[in-house]
């Protein structure tokens, strides 16, 4: 069964001659809020994460609040081998997808054929079973000849709808989503939807951050309320969204 599980899971940021340039500057180009603390004069640590244990098991759809800075991302990112703890273990049972950014590692100087064996090779998919894909990416993307041309000459929406339609051609067991992915043109948008909820529905377990506490009531069986990298409430969405409704969060989109 697909499963997992975070012991005492830290991730810190060691800063360096940070008085020779904007702190806040560095903070926002490393996506944290996490706490700071001030070692030595040239030297400053930001904990993003701190301490986690947690538990995600087969079945589990869980949802991530918290203000901007809390640690979602960087907890995702640490779930999907993107980031490697400080200190702590994980233990994972199944295969992951991390759809964070449709685009992520997508050269725009190939085209979208060649992208799509490229995209498949990051997500750990072999070339021969992303060739058998190929069509059915190609047709969902609904880009036509632009598969042939580089990445390049396409606009910003079709370039979503590329990466989008690679990303969800994977059927993971356990899936990692940072906000709900958003898919280009309205033309496009329905069967997004669609596939999106196929899939959040097939996987054994899904973990989404979010702002929305609209969705989280609509998607989560269980919430974790995050802040400054520490879980400070888990539980039921209803519980957990009220804490963070206390805290002054809320639907910020």
């Known amino acids: 069964m697909a499963h997992l599980h975070l012991h005492d899971v ?19 180009a490393i996506g944290t809020g996490g706490r700071i603390r001030n070692e030595s004069r040239r030297k400053t640590t930001v904990c993003a994460l701190d301490k986690l244990d947690l538990r995600f098991e087969h079945g589990d759809r869980v949802v991530l609040v918290g203000h901007n800075g809390a640690g979602k991302t960087t907890l995702l990112r640490v779930l999907a081998g993107i980031y ?18 449709p685009m992520l590692g997508v050269d725009p ?15 750990g998919i072999p070339r021969a079973v992303m060739r058998e894909r190929m069509d059915e990416i190609a ?20 370039q979503l709808r590329l990466g989008f339609a690679i990303s969800t ?3 993971p067991d356990i899936l990692l ?14 069967k997004a939807v669609n596939r999106m909820n196929r899939l959040v529905g097939s996987v054994g377990v899904l973990v989404l951050a979010t702002h929305n506490l609209e969705l989280a009531a609509q998607i989560g069986t269980r919430a974790v309320l995050l802040a400054h990298g520490r879980v400070v409430a ?20």
Request: charged share 20%.
């Open 10 to 28: 830290s991730l810190s940021y060691p800063l360096y001659d940070v008085q020779a340039r904007s702190l806040r500057n560095t903070l926002a």
């Open 84 to 101: 490697e703890p400080t200190s702590g273990h994980i233990c994972v049972e199944g295969t992951v997808a991390a759809l964070f950014d």
């Open 109 to 123: 100087e190939a085209s979208g054929y060649e992208n799509v064996l490229l995209r498949g090779t990051i997500l």
């Open 139 to 158: 047709d969902f993307a609904g880009l036509g000849e632009y598969m042939s041309l580089p990445v390049r000459t396409y606009s910003s929406g079709m």
């Open 169 to 171: 051609s994977v059927q």
């Open 177 to 190: 989503l940072d906000e709900w992915l958003g898919a280009g043109d309205q033309y496009f948008v329905e």
């Open 234 to 253: 888990q539980g039921s969405v209803q519980r957990v969204s009220e804490a963070y409704r206390s805290k002054g969060g809320g639907d910020r989109g």
